[in-house]
Every structure is written in structure tokens, then in C-alpha cells.
């Protein structure tokens, strides 16, 4: 059985820079990015907060989804990310 997959989209601020990624454990990935573990795009710009997320039931899923949202415009992200959150609360401390 293939294991679950969750897409997500990270901020720094309200409406300022996005980041896109796909994971097996949302929870230790998230903590890796607040943490700045993992030198990159994240750690430099300070994008550590969650905005978005979702539940795939593969990894393989999640991938073709992480894809499909990061060949689109940022409207569109931004667009998944308003109805669901439109405090920009970082989801984080909801999924522990």
C-alpha cells in the first residue's frame, strides 16, 4: 500500500511570499521549515507558516497535485488559500 500524501502551501505574511511542497509527514515537514532545517528558498525568505494543505491518499497523488499547483498562476494559489483560511492563520498548531 503506497503511503498518504499531503500538499501544502507555505507564507511568510499575510498575502507575501508562497511556497509550494509535497510530503509524506506534514507535521515533520512543517517543523523542518519553522525550524529552518533544511537550507533553501524557505529558510532565506523566512516562509514558515501554513496556509494550505491537502490529503492525498498517495504520494503519487500528491506529486501530480503539488505540480499541478505550482505550474499555475499565484492567483490561483492564492485562491486556494482565502476561502479555507481567510485570516492567514498559520495552520500549523491545528495539525499537531
Do not use: C
Amino acid at each position: 500500500m503506497e503511503k498518504q500524501g499531503y500538499v501544502y502551501i507555505l507564507f511568510n505574511k499575510r498575502k507575501g511570499t508562497l511556497y509550494t511542497g509535497v510530503t509524506s509527514n506534514l507535521i515533520k515537514r512543517v517543523y523542518e521549515h519553522k525550524n529552518k532545517l533544511t537550507p533553501g528558498f524557505t529558510s532565506t525568505y523566512g516562509v514558515d507558516k501554513l496556509g494550505y494543505y491537502e490529503v492525498h491518499t498517495s504520494i503519487t497523488s500528491a506529486i501530480e497535485r503539488e505540480k499541478q499547483i505550482k505550474s499555475g498562476s499565484r492567483t490561483k494559489k492564492l485562491d486556494l488559500i482565502e476561502p479555507t483560511n481567510p485570516e492567514w492563520k498559520d495552520l500549523y498548531d491545528s495539525i499537531l
